[in-house]
C-alpha cells in the first residue's frame, strides 16, 4: 500500500484497487499511530479488500477468533483512509436506544438525544449509529455476537436502505433519494418534513465471533445477507514469525520458532476436539518483548502468563499441554531462572507521560525496565508499614513489573488469598489510584 504521488498524497492504492480521499477537518474521531505494522502480506491483503468493497459502497464483516486483530485491521484501514470513526461495543445489555436515540426531561421539557461517540457533554452519552450516518462516518460495530436478537434488527433497513425513523420524527434518508427530492423540493421544505440525508461516505465494519464455536448468538439471516463477510484468522506462521524476530532480537530465532509452533499447535483443530481453549497468539508478542528483556528467563513460565493451563485445565488437559511442551523442547532441564523481587523503583523525570524505572533481580543479575507508573508519589518495595511481604509476594511483584511493561494483568487464585492487597501494593510501588469495580456477572 502507497502514497500516489500523483494526486498529491490524498490517494492510497492497493494492488489493483484506489480510492480518492475527501480529507476531513482536524478532528477528534481521526485514528492515528496503530501498532499493527501493514508490511505484513496477509494484513495487506485484508486491507485491499476492505478497500474494494467501500469502493462498491458495501458494509463489511469481519469475523474470526477472539483477539484484537479484526479490530486493528479495521482501525489501520480507517487510519489509511482519513476517515473518521464512531466505535460501538455491543453486549447483552445494548439496547435499541443505544443505537439510535436517547429521550431526556430536562426542566420539564422532553429532548431526543443523538448517541454520540467522543462528544461527552451532559446531554450526549458515548454510542452512536445515528451521527455515523448523517456524519459520513464508519461505523464499527463490535461483538456483534452478543447483541439480543431483538436489538440488531433496527439497523437493518439503515443498513440496506441507508433510512431510518428516529424517535423524534426525524426520518434518514439515503443520499440517492434525497438529491432527487432536492431536484423538486428546497432544503427547507424537506427541513420541514425532518428529513435528513445519510451521507453517502457512510460504512459499517461489524466484528465478531463464529458461532457456535464460540459462544453467543448467531446473525439472523436477513441482517447477515446486509454485509460481505471476510474470516480474519490467525496471522500466518511466517508473518507471526517475522512479527516476533522484530520486537525479540535477544531472543533466539530456534526459541521463538518452538514457541509459536507450540502457540499454533494448541489453536488446531485436534486440540479443539481435546477440549482445550486456543492459546492467545495475539499475546505472543508480549511475551516475547519480556524475554528480550530477560532473556536468561523460562520461556516455559513466560508460556505460563499468557496460558495457565495449570489452574484452569484438568488432569487430561494438563497432560496434553505438558506433552505438546515436551515435543518443542520447551521443558525446562534444569530449575527456572524466575524474577527473584524487585530492588528499586524510580520515576523518570523527564519523560512526557508518567514512567519509572523498575529494577528486577533475576540470576543473581538486576535487570532495569520502564513501565507506566502513576501520579501519586512512588513508594520503595518493602517500604508499607500494613504489607509484610514474603519471598512469593516479592516474586509476585517482580513478575508482575515485568507484565506491566508490555500489558495489563490479570490475577487469578482462590477467595481470600491476597489478590486485592498484592494489587494495591502494586499500585503503590508505581504511584497509581485504585480505582474498584466489582464484576458479579461477565
Known amino acids: 500500500i502507497r502514497r500516489d504521488p500523483s494526486v498529491m498524497g490524498s490517494s492510497p492504492t492497493s494492488g489493483s484497487s484506489a480510492m480518492s480521499l475527501l480529507l476531513p477537518l482536524p478532528l477528534p474521531l481521526l485514528v492515528f499511530s496503530l ?38 485491521i479495521a482501525m489501520q484501514y480507517l487510519e489509511l483512509t482519513k476517515r473518521e470513526v464512531e466505535y460501538i461495543a455491543l453486549s447483552r445489555d445494548t439496547t435499541e436506544t443505544d443505537l439510535k436515540q436517547r429521550r431526556e426531561i430536562r426542566a420539564g421539557t422532553a429532548f431526543y438525544v443523538d448517541q454520540a461517540s467522543s462528544y461527552h457533554t451532559p446531554t450526549q452519552d458515548c454510542l452512536c449509529a445515528v451521527r455515523a ?10 461483538g456483534l455476537e452478543k447483541a439480543e436478537r431483538n436489538v440488531l434488527p433496527v439497523l437493518n433497513n439503515l443498513l440496506e436502505n441507508r433510512e431510518m425513523q428516529l424517535e423524534d420524527g426525524r426520518f434518514l434518508m439515503s443520499s440517492e433519494r434525497y438529491d432527487k427530492l432536492l431536484q423538486d423540493h428546497t432544503k427547507t421544505e ?43 484468522y490467525y496471522l500466518p506462521f511466517k508473518d507471526q514469525l517475522k512479527l516476533l524476530y522484530s520486537v525479540g532480537a535477544n531472543v533466539s530465532a530456534e526459541k521463538i520458532s518452538q514457541l509459536l509452533s507450540f502457540a499454533t499447535t494448541l489453536c ?38 499468557l496460558y495457565p493451563y495449570t489452574i484452569l485445565l484438568g488432569h487430561e488437559g494438563k497432560m496434553a499441554v505438558e506433552g505438546v511442551l515436551k515435543r518443542f523442547e520447551l521443558q525446562d532441564s534444569e530449575s527456572p531462572m524466575l524474577p527473584k523481587e524487585v530492588v528499586r523503583v524510580e520515576r523518570l523525570a523527564e519523560s512526557p507521560a508518567p514512567q519509572a524505572n523498575v529494577t528486577v533481580r533475576i540470576a543473581e543479575k538486576e535487570v532495569t525496565i520502564q513501565v507506566p507508573a502513576g501520579t501519586r508519589p512512588i513508594n520503595q518495595p518493602c517500604a508499607s508499614d500494613h504489607f509484610i511481604q514474603t519471598l512469593s509476594h516479592k516474586q509476585l511483584l517482580a513478575e508482575m513489573m515485568q507484565s506491566h511493561m508490555v500489558k495489563d494483568i490479570c490475577l487469578i487464585g482462590g477467595k481470600g488469598c491476597g489478590k486485592t492487597v498484592i494489587a494495591k501494593n502494586f499500585a503503590d510501588n508505581l504511584g497509581y489510584n485504585i480505582e474498584p469495580i466489582m464484576l458479579y456477572q461477565v
Open 35 to 72: 501498532s499493527l505494522a501493514v508490511s505484513i502480506s496477509s494484513v495487506i491483503q485484508h486491507l485491499r479488500w476492505i478497500m474494494q468493497k467501500d469502493l462498491l459502497g458495501q458494509d463489511v464483516f469481519l469475523i474470526g477468533p477472539p483477539g484484537p486483530l479484526r479490530r486493528s
Open 133 to 142: 450516518a448523517t456524519e459520513g462516518r464508519t461505523l464499527v460495530l463490535e
Open 190 to 232: 424537506l427541513d420541514a418534513w425532518k428529513i435528513v440525508r445519510v451521507s453517502e461516505n457512510f460504512r459499517v465494519i461489524a466484528l465478531g465471533l463464529p458461532v457456535p464455536k464460540y459462544s453467543g448468538n448467531p446473525l439472523d439471516p436477513p441482517l447477515r445477507s446486509r454485509f460481505q463477510a471476510r474470516d480474519i
Open 268 to 305: 488446531s483443530q485436534e486440540s479443539s476436539t481435546l477440549g482445550l481453549p486456543d492459546f492467545p497468539l495475539d499475546s505472543l508478542p508480549a511475551a516475547v518483548q519480556i524475554l528480550d528483556s530477560f532473556p536468561m528467563m523460562s520461556i516455559k513460565h513466560a508460556i505460563q502468563w
